[in-house]
């Protein structure tokens, strides 16, 4: 599966490392929302779900986790691991959050408002979904 990472431009100097994140430039979307997680525990597994329509842009800024995308055919893993990294997820996709160090901060940029109908929290109807979907496309 195609997995799309960003590498965002550090501006360092003496007093450190600063990354600026700007919808429409190297996010790719307007920003509606942004969230974190943190006091996250190494064992502790998160997401399970995907969402219909919603685009995000994940940026472990502390630590590091794992991140599993499902497409529905193919998986795939990503290690967040650096704050110049940004792992953008779009609709359709499942995913689970795991391996969180322990001082592991995930921030996440997203192009909507929470919307709990958004989301599939099953995985069997999440394939369902899919199915539908592409039966759907074959018919228009
Ligand atoms: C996603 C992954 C990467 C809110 O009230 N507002 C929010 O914006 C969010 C994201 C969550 N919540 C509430 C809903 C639950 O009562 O916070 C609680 C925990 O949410 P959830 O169990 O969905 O968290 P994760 O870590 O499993 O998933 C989150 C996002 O929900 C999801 O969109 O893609 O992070």
Known sequence: MRITTFDFEEHGDERGILISLEENLNIPFTIRRCYFMYNLMPGVRRGYHAHK???QVLVCV???CR???DDGTEQATVLLDRPNLGLYITADTWREMYDFSEDA???VLADQLYDESDY???YDAF???LKKKNAEGKQA
Do not use: A, E, K, Q
């Open 53 to 55: 329509t919603l685009r």
């Open 127 to 129: 394939l369902d979904y």
């Open 62 to 64: 502390r630590g590091s």
């Open 67 to 69: 991140i599993l995308l």
């Open 120 to 122: 599939i929290r099953n």
């Open 105 to 107: 901060v995930l921030m």
